[in-house]
T-cell receptor, first 116, second 116 residues
Framework: GDSVTQMEGPVTLSEEAFLTINCTYT??????LFWYVQYPGEGLQLLLK?????DKGSNKGFEATYRKETTSFHLEKGSVQVSDSAVYFC???????????????FGQGTILTVHP | GAVVSQHPSRVICKSGTSVKIECRSL??????MFWYRQFPKKSLMLMAT?????????EQGVEKDKFLINHASLTLSTLTVTSAHPEDSSFYIC????????????FGPGTRLTVL
């Protein structure tokens, strides 16, 4: 079945540091890939997505590229801010037919803390 | 926008009682709603998928008689935890999609259930 593996956290960085959170997946077919963010006390928000190989999703300075050859979708940001402190989830969206379409499989989440 | 609300945000109940959690799409019609369970420091686990006017599709290992899902309208789905026990204590999150065959889900803020 589909699965998503994220790097273990927590990740602690100083403001303006470079961020990478690794994400790899296994899936049948050609899934869509997502990064969701959950700020303290809030629900999950879509951060960015990519729907096919070599697509790059980007938002709020974050980027991730859909790499089919390495089955990866690593999240990066060049300069993190304190306000980026949150839990980040990598997810895979099934493009299989029928009732499986749109179902999300999540990674375990990575806690990011950014210090001033 | 695409706002999803949940009510209540937090509930404490006695063992053996039933608890109903509501999920509403506030500014769009939700063709499909999903219910997830999130354990502490763990990923989200999909419990079931519900489409308006039809029976929910439960994931393997989820007891459908214990977790009753009703999707009575295009803006409301409810999850009822029947005869709750302490092991049902968790964070329950719903999400909704705007259209059929779309892979973008909009998440509610979650409901913290504590069973004493």
């Amino acid at each position: 079945g589909d699965s998503v593996t994220q790097m273990e956290g927590p990740v602690t960085l100083s403001e303006e540091a470079f961020l990478t959170i690794n994400c790899t997946y296994t899936a049948t077919g050609y899934p869509s890939l997502f990064w969701y963010v959950q700020y303290p006390g809030e629900g999950l928000q879509l951060l960015l997505k990519a729907t096919k190989a070599d697509d790059k999703g980007s938002n709020k300075g974050f980027e991730a590229t859909y790499r089919k050859e390495t089955t990866s979708f690593h999240l990066e940001k060049g300069s993190v801010q304190v306000s980026d402190s949150a839990v980040y989830f990598c997810a895979l969206g099934s493009n299989a037919g029928g009732t499986s379409y749109g179902k999300l499989t999540f990674g375990q989440g990575t806690i990011l803390t950014v210090h001033p | 926008g695409a706002v999803v609300s949940q009510h209540p945000s937090r509930v404490i109940c006695k063992s053996g009682t039933s608890v109903k959690i509501e999920c509403r799409s506030l500014d769009f019609q939700a063709t499909t709603m999903f219910w997830y369970r999130q354990f502490p420091k763990k990923s989200l686990m999909l419990m079931a998928t519900s489409n308006e006017g039809s029976k929910a599709t439960y994931e393997q290992g989820v007891e459908k008689d214990k977790f009753l899902i009703n999707h009575a309208s295009l803006t409301l789905s409810t999850l009822t935890v029947t005869s709750a026990h302490p092991e049902d204590s968790s964070f329950y999150i719903c999400s909704a999609t705007k259209a059929v065959a779309t892979d973008t889900q909009y998440f509610g803020p979650g409901t913290r259930l504590t069973v004493l």
